[in-house]
């Protein structure tokens, strides 16, 4: 397996314009996880979808953010108006779990989003 | 409100010395605790898992012990090498898939 894929790898964008993030999870994988890493704060959940369906989004910092899972393969994550603020690097990461909460989490390479 | 703190944040060590990370959290209700690495410019990768019923676990040169009671663990490393030079980073599980992590101990093995 390829593991999980992010794109795009980085992301330079001016503030105001709308950023997408792109994540495919590992195959068989029911949990799907949105992560944010800043120098300031650490590694953040944001979000996390357990098949397919957003279970808890209370991390999510402002409504600017909003994320979706069209389906068990491919989520999204999007911020619209950017800020300077957002820049960071963006994990998602994966997990075979299905509602237990022992499982290992899988996390792609990041996408590092830069907002002039 | 769960906290996870890492100490030290830097280390940096000769070659071949064995070390301990240490890792602390301040309710001890969790279900388990991770242990991940993190390499730069990349994303994580899981090392150790434990569960909240178990005491430690092994991998190759990592041990990993888990104290509830005392809200700690540690990540023992034997025989460091350059190669395991990276972030490691510990993550404690409160259920629900919400997953508090520290904010890592930087590594630094010296050839």
């Known amino acids: 397996d390829a593991g999980v894929i992010q794109s795009p790898r980085h992301e330079v964008t001016e503030m105001g314009q709308e950023v997408t993030l792109r994540c495919k999870p590992i195959?068989?994988?029911?949990?799907l996880f949105w992560y944010r890493q800043t120098m300031m704060r650490g590694l953040e959940l944001l979000i996390y979808?357990?098949?397919?369906?957003?279970?808890?989004d209370s991390g999510m910092p402002e409504d600017r953010f909003s994320a979706k899972m069209p389906n068990a393969s491919f989520s999204t994550l999007k911020i619209q108006p950017s800020e300077p603020r957002d820049s960071a690097v963006y994990f998602c990461?994966?997990?075979?779990?299905?509602?237990?909460?022992?499982?290992?989490?899988?996390f792609g390479p990041g996408t590092r989003l830069l907002v002039l | 409100k769960q906290e996870v703190t890492q100490i030290p944040a830097a280390l940096s060590v000769p070659e071949g010395e064995n070390l301990v990370l240490n890792c602390s959290f301040t309710?001890?209700?969790?279900?388990?605790l991770q242990w991940f690495r993190q390499d730069p410019g990349k994303g994580l990768t899981s090392l150790l898992l434990?569960?909240?019923?178990?005491r430690e676990q092994t991998s190759g040169r990592l041990n990993a012990s888990l104290d509830k009671s005392s809200g700690r663990s540690t990540l023992y490393i034997a025989a460091s090498q350059p190669g395991d030079s990276a972030t490691y980073l510990c993550?404690?599980?409160?259920?629900?898939?919400?997953?508090?992590f520290g904010a890592g101990t930087r590594l630094f093995v010296k050839a």
């Open positions: 979808f357990n098949n397919n369906v957003p279970i808890d």
């Open positions: 309710d001890s209700a969790i279900y388990n």
């Open positions: 434990i569960q909240s019923s178990q």
């Open positions: 195959s068989g994988h029911n949990s």
């Open positions: 990461a994966s997990s075979p779990g299905t509602g237990i909460t022992q499982e290992t989490q899988y």
């Open positions: 993550a404690v599980n409160t259920g629900g898939f919400k997953t508090i």
